[in-house]
């Protein structure tokens, strides 16, 4: 009630208005046209403003209602935002990966102490050549007896089974470079001293191949629950159409358009998908957070500074639009099947 | 003002409502619409609101062909009629301001407009202290005559009631009549459809009766 000022009323019809028409008093004319256009597009203007908070406030009116429907868009939206946070943190991890790449030469069993040093000087001088750790057949079984819990198994061995390695490190630009690591492997693989070598990037393809299906599947998902929540909204908003349909009968009869009918309920659909866009990036957010902990013990145990990645800020701004827009479209959707059939009768 | 030529109205259920019927009532005029139930009152009031279409002939409104109006124009011929109900049509979620206010706001009226010219309506009908109450609050002839101030707010050329007097006693519905009259004489044309004949045979004013959709009798009884 507020919003309007109040004033002295206007005295009414007490002249026949069409006479004496004051500068003051809107135009008439029986095609409409009462009142200018500035005034109108002021009066649009403000009608949007209005609507922006009354819509809000019908739905605080009713919150279990308006809570049930935007935690079902924000279970919709939060899956495949989730799907997105784990492809994310495995791309992020791959290309952590991706700095060690790195090449395992194995050395003929039967190797001498004095070509393998004249073998790590050529390894060394070689262009393509970071660095090189040199892993001796000694060093390689009491590595392998702490770590496998063989070591019994090797006692009754009568020889050390196990050749020299050299673990290559590729100058940074062969990193991501597979063509270029690929040659460098045959080049090793063509010593003499060399039984096999072993590029440490095929999991590498692997993961992303993976990653490619998980995004794949992420967006499919995603799709697929779009239209759930177009579904979802829609109905909510046929159902806000029923239970408003005496109130759209007489606003029909005094003149109202269809345009000013569906505004409330558009309103209320960007709304859903807002308040469910928001709901969905926090129960992200928790989610990340809950298992941010046991993945940085993880991480520590492996000795990387991988830290898990949450939507973020910009995360939150494309689950907002997104939920807009699917709000906007379902009740759209059903706006425009139900409010054209309610007339007055 | 109002022009009907030869209108017949045919429900798509086979009742034919309206049969020919020609009459013309000019600008500022008065007029009761009486008869039977059925005899095709509530037609007539519907088709002058385009809440339904004539089967043949032509209505003239302002002169302009309604025939002619596309549905996207109907809301906005509409904002040039009021209406009054039997059943008032009040929305009972909001106060008599807003019921009031509704005629306004779907036209886009300036808010501070709207304030002021709902309180001129409410006045004139004599509910301006009872602007926030809820309409359910309110008697018998205050829902009516809030219904009247809602039509009347957005100052219509032409004013249509059907049955306004329906469930009042008669001190009430003369009440009613004579605002209805004081409407007509700053120039709306008025038209009333009642079967309340005691009530406005002593008003002297035309009267045009229907029967089976036709107009059998039209003038002001002696």
């Given at each position: 009630m507020n919003r309007y000022r109040r004033g002295k009323p206007e005295k009414m019809m007490v002249s026949n208005s069409r006479g004496g028409k004051s500068a003051k008093e809107p135009r008439r004319g029986a095609s409409g046209g009462r009142v200018s256009l500035l005034g109108k597009l002021r009066s649009?203007?403000?009608?949007?403003?209005?609507?922006?908070?009354?819509?809000?406030?019908?739905?605080?009116?009713?919150?279990?209602?308006?809570?049930?429907?935007?935690?079902?868009?924000?279970?919709?939206l939060g899956l495949p935002a989730v799907l997105y946070v784990g492809v994310v943190n495995l791309q992020q991890l791959g290309s952590r990966v991706e700095t060690t790449t790195q090449i395992t030469v194995f050395l003929k069993i039967d190797s001498s102490q004095k070509a393998i040093e004249q073998f790590q000087k050529n390894l060394i001088s070689e262009a393509d050549v970071d660095t090189v750790e040199y892993i001796s057949r000694q060093q390689a079984l009491e590595e392998f007896r702490i770590l496998s819990g063989f070591g019994d198994v090797l006692d009754m061995l009568d020889e050390n089974p196990l050749p020299p390695v050299f673990i290559?490190?590729?100058v940074a630009h062969f990193q991501r470079d597979l063509v270029a690591s690929e040659v460098l492997v045959a080049k090793l693989k063509g010593m003499a001293l060399v039984d096999d070598v072993?590029?440490?990037?095929?999991?590498?393809?692997?993961?992303?191949?993976?990653?490619?299906?998980?995004?794949?599947?992420?967006?499919?998902?995603?799709?697929?629950?779009a239209l759930g929540v177009?579904?979802?909204?829609?109905?909510?908003?046929?159902?806000?159409?029923?239970?408003?349909?005496?109130?759209?009968?007489?606003?029909?009869l005094v003149g109202g358009t269809n345009a000013y009918v569906r505004r409330p309920f558009l309103y209320t659909g960007i709304w859903y998908g807002v308040i469910g866009g928001i709901l969905a990036w926090v129960l992200v957010a928790v989610g990340v957070q809950w298992i941010s902990g046991p993945?940085?013990?993880?991480?520590?145990?492996?000795?990387?500074?991988?830290?898990?990645?949450?939507?973020?800020?910009?995360?939150?701004?494309?689950?907002?639009?997104?939920?807009?827009?699917?709000?906007?479209?379902g009740a759209w959707l059903a706006v425009a099947r139900h409010i054209s059939s309610i007339e007055p009768k | 003002m109002i022009q009907f030529d030869?209108?017949?109205?045919?429900?798509?259920?086979?009742?034919?409502?309206?049969?020919?019927?020609?009459?013309?009532?000019?600008?500022?005029?008065?007029?009761?619409?009486?008869?039977?139930?059925?005899?095709?009152?509530?037609?007539?009031?519907?088709?002058?609101?385009?809440?339904?279409?004539?089967?043949?002939?032509?209505?003239l409104v302002n002169g302009k062909n309604l025939n002619r109006l596309h549905r996207s124009q109907i809301p906005y011929y509409r904002r040039n009629i009021g209406v009054v109900f039997q059943n008032h049509q009040l929305l009972f979620d909001r106060?008599?301001?807003?019921?009031?206010?509704?005629?306004?706001?779907?036209?886009?009226?300036?808010?501070?407009?709207?304030?002021?010219?709902?309180?001129?309506?409410?006045?004139?009908?004599?509910?301006?202290?009872?602007?926030?109450?809820?309409?359910?609050?309110?008697?018998?002839?205050?829902?009516?005559r809030l219904g009247i101030a809602r039509a009347v707010v957005h100052k219509p050329r032409i004013l249509l009631a059907d049955e306004p007097t329906g469930n009042l006693d008669p001190e009430l519905s003369a009440e009613i009549m004579d605002l209805f009259r004081q409407f007509c004489e700053?120039?709306?044309?008025?038209?009333?459809?009642?079967?309340?004949?005691?009530?406005?045979?002593?008003?002297?004013?035309?009267q045009l009766q229907l029967q089976q959709g036709r107009l059998i009798q039209d003038g002001v009884p002696a």
């Amino acid at each position: 009630m507020n919003r309007y000022r109040r004033g002295k009323p206007e005295k009414m019809m007490v002249s026949n208005s069409r006479g004496g028409k004051s500068a003051k008093e809107p135009r008439r004319g029986a095609s409409g046209g009462r009142v200018s256009l500035l005034g109108k597009l002021r009066s649009y203007l403000q009608s949007h403003r209005h609507l922006f908070f009354s819509t809000v406030k019908r739905l605080a009116s009713e919150p279990i209602q308006t809570l049930m429907t935007s935690l079902v868009v924000a279970i919709a939206l939060g899956l495949p935002a989730v799907l997105y946070v784990g492809v994310v943190n495995l791309q992020q991890l791959g290309s952590r990966v991706e700095t060690t790449t790195q090449i395992t030469v194995f050395l003929k069993i039967d190797s001498s102490q004095k070509a393998i040093e004249q073998f790590q000087k050529n390894l060394i001088s070689e262009a393509d050549v970071d660095t090189v750790e040199y892993i001796s057949r000694q060093q390689a079984l009491e590595e392998f007896r702490i770590l496998s819990g063989f070591g019994d198994v090797l006692d009754m061995l009568d020889e050390n089974p196990l050749p020299p390695v050299f673990i290559v490190q590729p100058v940074a630009h062969f990193q991501r470079d597979l063509v270029a690591s690929e040659v460098l492997v045959a080049k090793l693989k063509g010593m003499a001293l060399v039984d096999d070598v072993q590029l440490d990037m095929k999991w590498m393809q692997r993961l992303q191949a993976m990653l490619v299906i998980g995004e794949r599947f992420a967006l499919s998902l995603g799709l697929a629950l779009a239209l759930g929540v177009l579904l979802i909204i829609g109905n909510t908003i046929r159902l806000a159409i029923e239970s408003r349909r005496d109130e759209i009968v007489v606003v029909k009869l005094v003149g109202g358009t269809n345009a000013y009918v569906r505004r409330p309920f558009l309103y209320t659909g960007i709304w859903y998908g807002v308040i469910g866009g928001i709901l969905a990036w926090v129960l992200v957010a928790v989610g990340v957070q809950w298992i941010s902990g046991p993945v940085a013990r993880l991480a520590e145990l492996y000795q990387s500074l991988f830290e898990l990645m949450g939507l973020g800020f910009f995360g939150l701004i494309v689950l907002l639009l997104i939920g807009a827009s699917l709000g906007l479209i379902g009740a759209w959707l059903a706006v425009a099947r139900h409010i054209s059939s309610i007339e007055p009768k | 003002m109002i022009q009907f030529d030869k209108v017949s109205k045919r429900y798509p259920t086979g009742h034919e409502a309206l049969n020919g019927l020609s009459l013309e009532l000019d600008a500022g005029e008065m007029a009761f619409l009486i008869g039977h139930s059925g005899a095709g009152k509530s037609t007539l009031l519907k088709l002058i609101m385009l809440m339904e279409r004539p089967t043949h002939g032509q209505l003239l409104v302002n002169g302009k062909n309604l025939n002619r109006l596309h549905r996207s124009q109907i809301p906005y011929y509409r904002r040039n009629i009021g209406v009054v109900f039997q059943n008032h049509q009040l929305l009972f979620d909001r106060s008599a301001f807003d019921n009031v206010a509704l005629p306004l706001l779907v036209s886009g009226y300036q808010p501070r407009e709207v304030g002021r010219r709902v309180r001129a309506a409410l006045d004139k009908v004599g509910l301006l202290d009872k602007e926030k109450m809820n309409p359910i609050a309110l008697s018998g002839g205050e829902q009516q005559r809030l219904g009247i101030a809602r039509a009347v707010v957005h100052k219509p050329r032409i004013l249509l009631a059907d049955e306004p007097t329906g469930n009042l006693d008669p001190e009430l519905s003369a009440e009613i009549m004579d605002l209805f009259r004081q409407f007509c004489e700053v120039g709306v044309t008025v038209l009333i459809a009642t079967h309340d004949v005691d009530l406005i045979s002593r008003m002297g004013m035309r009267q045009l009766q229907l029967q089976q959709g036709r107009l059998i009798q039209d003038g002001v009884p002696a």
